[in-house]
């Protein structure tokens, strides 16, 4: 019996708390994406440059704060920067909206030339983002490191397992679940979210019933600005923040968006837990895992993984690609919003 | 001068003319009914006179005012409401929604509205909270004319509004009209099936290459044997 | 052969002549050593610009994953003309024979199944078949791995490669990326265009990482050097009694002059196979082939309402466009002499051959080409640009200062900045580029 509670102890340790905390930064991330994707109809590449741009700002404030002595220990001093990143994401990505992407809006180019301007402006912004702040890591979390240790848990639980849970993880999932309910309260219950939907939905009858495209396109982008600013703060936070690595979070979070169905902001969110966990799941070493469940003759010799954690970024690839040859509209059937 | 017209309308597509100088108009409760064989710019006559078309010559009236130059959406402030033939509903949101999209343009409360728009389509109050995407093909033409009535337009277009629908929901859809024009809306439409439109219609307009070939009274056109002969098979 | 240069474009002639013109500038000024390394690092640009224009320019498809196949042609590089390990064959050959064995085998087995059955159940069975393959597969393949790693760690570790002869690889890098770019568009054309494009950026993230991480194949970050060359080598030369006399009559130092010499072997092979490949492009767009391409490309309604098959014609030159860039990057290896994942980046490899093509002119092979040796020299002279930028902007800022510091060593990031912005400049001002596609007047 305690060896069960050891195993799923384990599980909980390895798996689930840090899946929960990175399936909720991409499940922003992707739902950054698909907002994009419905309401200006192109896949933004540049969307993982703007998380790392949103997280330059978090950490730049912080800073600012750290050097003015500002902090509200125990909790990191980034929650108090996240709202002053939100507002620089934002006017960045309206400035990038009125240079760059309204022009092809207009043209209304195919979204494959859509496409190529996203991904120049993503060259454009890790250039920025890179000559600013360099390309080394920071860590800027700051604050209590943990909520619960693992020794805490295995003295008040008598396990020989531990359950650790960072003060990081927390935030990241509850700071999640507040934003991803209040977009989609905005969009199922307000009156711009609707309209923001039907302009999703069929963007010509929005054009009849007197929905003005521009102010739709401003608040999508304000949207998305918000949640990139957030899910890379929180990505940084959780992991230490390395320029480089937005690059790679590309892909995931356009997995995660693809699998739920691009366009669908429900199937966004739970996308991303599903990368997170599956990422999880396979690149974990079971032989511990076991080693409490099979009788001692039985215990694995080898690590027992099935993936090594290297690849993990090939598993978010491999499910994308099931999901396109399975169903290529997504678990929740992509474009709508 | 009627309350809606349209005269001498030239537009088209590029080097192609579709319209060459046709004119409509309709007046307050009425039904104008058009019909004519394909290409003959029914669609586009509807959209030059929604304003999705820019006119090259002729202008368009409303209530006494040239609204030529006036954009769809500033024609949907004016009181003008347009059922695009396809693509006409918000398949992914409620009946309900599309009925507040619908509204988007008023301020003020849409309670009164809208329950006199589930008064005249009682089946939509049913199904308010389905997604319009999932409803039946009569049904969902009955949200798209609902969505245009949100303006409380006091001129509605419809674009074929029965293709695509059995011969019994088109006979529903077409009372639903004379309900809406009882209420002192003029309706201006475009039919496929001229013969059931022509029936219900106050003024009929035969279009042929963007030109009036004929027009009058819905019955004096059924009963003209040259429209009949080459419009109405027989 | 028919090279036929149209005489409208006056425009492109003088344009290749500023860019020979620049190179010879490098030359006289800097050194013809510098400017022959530029020049064959254009070469290699431009087949790939070449690469990419086909899928872009003549089919519209968007490849995000350049870099992938430009390793996957590196790698054939380094497999082909290393020679193999014994000793590491003899310690994991067997097992990794089997395992590959077993993959085969359960991908028969597999597709066999999905011919099969019908319906939703076959992808269920197929992933099992698969899954239960791979963990097979493992466990014949993990002892075998850890044999091979560990002999020699220091020196080989890897099993090495067929001992040919190195040309022969720069087909089997085409033949390599060609086959993977097939299950990549097998899977993704004729889906939504951007699938194609998240595809091959995660296929290329992948297959680097294989390559960092797969030390029994490449030797992972360890690095594969010495991969033998086609063309002579300077040691070799300067001991060369008929090298020695040219060099004494020219009046050169034979140091340098070996130097050089290796150089214009490896340029005029380059130059070879690039105009062996244009050739062939320019065949191909003229051809009927090449017009089914262009008209698929400007209304695919339109083609497919004809009766094409506008997915597999996208396949065909998916496969090519690809396929040119793994010779592409067959020919950098050979060129380097070493095989180094760390290498690759998305930005060296995807991002800057997309600037290539779009500057130079997509829809048009001399366009591509020309972009190619733009954008490379260019991307070497940037450096300096942008190193010059930082400092004039951090010239108010005092001597010594962390701020400006900072700014000096993060200009090299510059180029990124100044990259990006180039290619908004041109998509947004001149889509077409500096030498525009053709319009045939047939149309």
Known sequence: MIDILNAITLLANYIIVPSLAYGSQLALGALGITLVYAVLRFSNFAHGEMMSFGTMISIFTIWLFQSAGISIHPLPTALLAIPVSIMITIMLLLILDRTVFRYYQAQRVQPVTFMIVSVGVMFFLAGLIRFFIGTSKKNFADGERFIIKASEFKQITGLAEGVSIRTTQAITVIVTLVLVTAVFWFLNKTRTGKSMRAFSDNEDLALLSGIKPERVIIITWMLVGALAAVAGTLYGLDKGYKPFVYLQLVLPIFAAAIIGGVGNPIGAVIGGYVIAFSEAFITFAYKRFFTYLLPEEWAPEGLVQMLSTEYKFAVSFVLLVIVLLVRPTGLFRGKTL | ?234 | MKLSIPSSSRKAVLLFALMLGALALVGVFQSWNLMLAILNLCLISAIMALGVNLQWGYAGLFNAGIMGFAALGGLAAMLVSKAPIMGAWQAGGFGVLLGVIIWIMSGILAYLIWLRFKGRRRYWYVIIIAGAGYILSRFVLDPAILRIESFEPASSGYLGGAGLPVLLSWGVGGILAGCVAFIIGKITLGLRSDYLAIATLGISEIVIFMFKNEDWLTRGVKNVTGIPRPVPYEIDLQSTIWFQDITDSVGMNVMQASSLFVKLCYTSLFLGVLLMLLWLCERALNSPWGRMMRAIRDNETAASAMGKNVTSRHLQIFVIGSAIVGIAGAMLVTLDGQFNPSIYHPLRFTFLIWVMVVVGGSGNNFGAILGGFIVWFFWIEAETIGNMLVYIITLPLSEGSALKEHFLSTAPQLRLLIMGLVLLLFLRFSPRGLIPERISNKA
Do not use: W
């Open chain 2, 1 to 234: 001068m009627t309350f809606f017209e349209g005269i001498g309308m030239h537009a088209g597509y590029g080097a192609s003319m579709i319209l060459n100088g046709c004119s409509i108009s309709v007046d307050k409760g009425q039904i104008a009914v058009i019909v004519g064989p394909n290409g003959a710019g029914k669609s586009t006559a509807m959209k030059a006179l929604f304003g999705m078309l820019p006119l090259r010559e002729g202008s368009v009236f409303s209530d006494g005012r040239d609204i030529t130059q006036l954009r769809p959406e500033q024609r949907v402030l004016l009181g003008m409401g347009y059922v695009p033939q396809t693509n006409n509903v918000f398949p992914s949101m409620t009946v309900l929604e599309n009925l507040e999209m619908g509204g988007f343009v008023r301020r003020d409360d849409l309670s009164q509205t809208i329950s006199e728009i589930f008064d005249l389509f009682p089946i939509l109050k049913t199904k308010q909270n389905q997604a319009a995407g999932e409803l039946s093909g009569g049904q969902r033409q009955q949200v798209a004319v609902a969505r245009a009535m949100m303006t409380k337009p006091n001129i509605l277009m419809l674009d074929e509004p029965t293709a695509g629908v059995s011969p019994i929901v088109m006979d529903e859809l077409f009372d639903r009209i004379i309900d809406i024009a009882n209420t002192g809306v003029a309706i201006l439409m475009v039919e496929q099936n001229a013969k059931q439109a022509l029936q219900i219609a106050d003024i009929g307009y035969v279009l042929v290459q963007g030109e009036n070939k004929f027009k009058g009274a819905g019955t004096a056109l059924l009963n003209n044997p040259e429209v009949r002969q080459a419009f109405l098979g027989g």
